[in-house]
T-cell receptor, first 113, second 113 residues
Framework: DTEVTQTPKHLVMGMTNKKSLKCEQHMGHRAMYWYKQKAKKPPELMFV???????INESVPSRFSPECPNSSLLNLHLHALQPEDSALYLC????????????FGDGTRLSIL | GESVGLHLPTLSVQEGDNSIINCAYS??????FIWYKQESGKGPQFIIDIRSNMDKRQGQRVTVLLNKTVKHLSLQIAATQPGDSAVYFCAEARPNTGNQFYFGTGTSLTVIP
């Protein structure tokens, strides 16, 4: 079992809905990440939080809004998504900034109707 | 069996044979590399990492080789087992990018019993 927990595992939403993806880790890691992965493609970085502060935003549209309430939690708020946003959304964490292994959750499978 | 990673996305090997999965990276300044295994419906799982001051690192049944001269990384799996069937990604960390990992396109490994 992964030590990074993501909920929900699956989410279906309409383009006008507002929903949130949640990620939790209790390994004491201080860096957390959101990735987007389309089918048969590699993960693509969206956001990086380091010590609870947003340090990288990879030019992600504003309909995706990340939040880091504390060092263990990472949220991704979704609003007015498009069908092309359907994908697997992965959360990862690492011990700290710098070149260290990132540990991934099993993702949320998101479908936009 | 052997793949060229970015150029041959699938690899089939007989159970018990050794597998070699290759990856070409693009940035000569990249200084840290990770191999991940992703099974269907799961997030990427850390297998092994290597820093640029090394050219070989061994784990349990796995060996990573780094050739900085030609910007090439390989993952060798000894005595491949059916449970090794998955997609394998290499990821490179480029310096001064604040924890950004760039993933290769992935290689799908199928182990034939």
């Amino acid at each position: 079992d992964t030590e990074v927990t993501q909920t929900p595992k699956h989410l279906v939403m309409g383009m006008t809905n507002k929903k949130s993806l949640k990620c939790e880790q209790h390994m004491g890691h201080r860096a957390m990440y959101w990735y987007k992965q389309k089918a048969k493609k590699p993960p693509e970085l969206m956001f990086v939080y380091s010590y609870e502060k947003l340090s990288i935003n990879e030019s992600v549209p504003s309909r995706f809004s990340p939040e880091c309430p504390n060092s263990s939690l990472l949220n991704l708020h979704l609003h007015a998504l498009q069908p092309e946003d359907s994908a697997l959304y992965l959360c990862a964490s690492s011990q700290g900034p710098g070149n260290q292994p990132q540990h991934f959750g099993d993702g949320t499978r998101l479908s936009i109707l | 069996g052997e793949s060229v990673g970015l150029h041959l996305p699938t690899l089939s090997v007989q159970e018990g044979d050794n597998s070699i999965i290759n990856c070409a990276y693009s940035n000569s300044a990249s200084d840290y590399f990770i191999w991940y295994k992703q099974e269907s419906g799961k997030g990427p799982q850390f297998i092994i990492d290597i820093r640029s001051n090394m050219d070989k690192r061994q784990g349990q049944r796995v060996t990573v080789l780094l050739n900085k001269t030609v910007k090439h990384l390989s993952l060798q799996i000894a005595a491949t087992q059916p449970g090794d069937s998955a997609v394998y990604f290499c990821a490179e960390a480029r310096p001064n990018t604040g924890n950004q990992f760039y993933f290769g396109t992935g290689t799908s490994l199928t182990v034939i019993p």
